[in-house]
Every structure is written in structure tokens, then in C-alpha cells.
């Protein structure tokens, strides 16, 4: 069998381990993820209903899809998803966010496949899924090209990889870093390293190696004067995302 914790990076484990508490506080270390997480839901629901030919205005239009939701943290994406229909799984290497995202959903009644597993350690024991959501985890992993190969061991032929990220540039650093950890502190400094961020073409060469066929990248541009989030199509100097898929 395979190494099955091969992905994780133990100092990224532990830094998301010591917020794990914070997931649910709009006003917390998770700030930014809560400001952009209607962005990020936008996207991600838009891409799997036109892969998969679904009426976003009607009631369950996931319903019948099974999605993982790879480093769910707090369960911020793999609840909204869930009450679409889909069947959720969400996946975390730390197991503080799980009993974090585990509570919440019984809270509020939602009933979510949590679990603290790692995504080689699914691929090894068979799980297949019809999408794969992978947002802001790849800058933290161990070996970006390895993690990838086991999103794509994780999906369905024909099935779709949404994945987000930080590009590499003098921008980035400025925002994401030096920003968000040391002006508006909105993070602890250190979650983020620039040198482990990766740029959409290294991204996009990524998956197409991880036997994936992207298909749609845009950005998400922080707009300080309305305090939102938006899709952009030409701004990834960023925050960015990408959608793909595995050939049938």
C-alpha cells in the first residue's frame, strides 16, 4: 500500500490545526475565506451546472452527484453544497477542523460525510466522485503535481476538478502576505509561504500531467472600496481558480 499522508505537509497541518476553533467566526482568523465564499460558491456551483446540465433554480438541482470537498476546514463549502442534494464528503488531514465541521453541521441539521483522511489514502481505498472541489489547499500541500494525481485518481471518467489558488508574483506577496498577515492581520503570520505559491500556467501544466483537461480558469479580484469578492475574467494576478475534467 501506498503512503497514505504522503501529500501532507505536517508544519502546514499543524498551522490550520491551531485555528481550527475559528472556522464559523466571520470576524476571525477565517475573515478572508468568509468574504470570499460567496465568490467561490458562485463559481464552483455555475461550473458543476453546466458540466452536468443542472437548473441552479430548481429545489436539490445537485442531487444524484457525489462531490468531495478536499481540505473542507470548517465545512464553509461542503455545507452550502450539501443543500444543493449533492452528497457530500468532506475531506481534511486535520482533525481538529472535522470535529469542528462535524458540530456545526449537526447544529444545523445537515447530514455531511465528514472525515479526517487524506486524499491518497480515499484514491487507495477506491472512492470515486463525480467532482472534486479543491480550494485553497494546493499552495499547502507536500507536492503540488503528487496531490493533483490523486485528486484525478478521485474522480469519475468524465467527472470535474475545481481547484483555487495563489499565483506567484510580486503582487501576491504584497497582497496575500504582506496584507492580509501583516496590515489587516486578517491571518497569523506564516500561513501563507510565497515560494509554495503557483502561477495558472504551472497550475494548468499540473493537471493536464495529473491526466486532467482543464477547461476554464478565472480570477477573484478583492474590491477594498465595496469589501467583496468578484469573478474575473482577466484579473489572476491573485486569487485565482480553474476547472477541469477527466476524459471520459
Not at 225 to 246: H, Q
Amino acid at each position: 500500500m501506498q503512503n497514505q499522508t504522503r501529500t501532507v505537509d505536517p508544519a502546514e497541518l499543524a498551522k490550520f490545526e491551531a485555528m481550527a476553533a475559528e472556522w464559523w467566526d466571520p470576524n476571525g482568523k477565517f475573515r478572508p475565506l468568509h468574504l470570499m465564499n460567496p465568490c467561490r460558491l458562485d463559481y464552483i456551483t455555475k461550473q458543476i451546472a453546466a458540466e452536468f446540465n443542472r437548473n441552479l433554480a430548481e429545489p436539490m438541482p445537485f442531487k444524484g452527484l457525489r462531490i468531495i470537498d478536499i481540505g473542507c476546514g470548517g465545512g464553509l463549502l461542503s455545507e452550502p453544497l450539501t443543500r444543493l442534494g449533492a452528497d457530500v464528503l468532506g475531506a481534511d488531514a486535520a482533525e481538529k477542523n472535522i470535529k469542528v465541521a462535524k458540530l456545526h453541521a449537526e447544529q444545523d441539521g445537515l447530514k455531511i460525510d465528514y472525515r479526517a483522511v487524506t486524499a491518497e489514502a480515499l484514491a487507495d481505498a477506491g472512492e470515486r466522485f463525480d467532482v472534486v472541489v479543491n480550494m485553497e489547499v494546493v499552495e499547502h500541500v507536500a507536492d503540488p503535481q503528487d496531490y493533483l494525481m490523486e485528486c484525478s485518481n478521485l474522480l469519475k471518467p468524465g467527472g470535474l476538478h475545481i481547484c483555487s489558488t495563489i499565483n506567484r508574483n510580486a503582487k501576491s506577496f504584497t497582497m496575500a502576505i504582506i496584507g492580509a498577515e501583516y496590515v489587516m492581520r486578517w491571518l497569523p503570520k506564516g500561513t501563507h509561504e510565497w515560494n509554495k505559491f503557483i502561477s495558472p500556467d504551472e497550475l494548468f501544466e499540473f493537471i493536464e500531467k495529473a491526466g486532467m483537461q482543464p477547461i476554464d480558469r478565472k480570477g477573484f479580484v478583492f474590491n477594498p472600496i465595496s469589501w467583496s469578492w468578484k469573478i474575473s475574467d482577466r484579473d489572476l494576478s491573485v486569487n485565482y481558480v480553474t476547472a477541469a475534467k477527466k476524459p471520459a
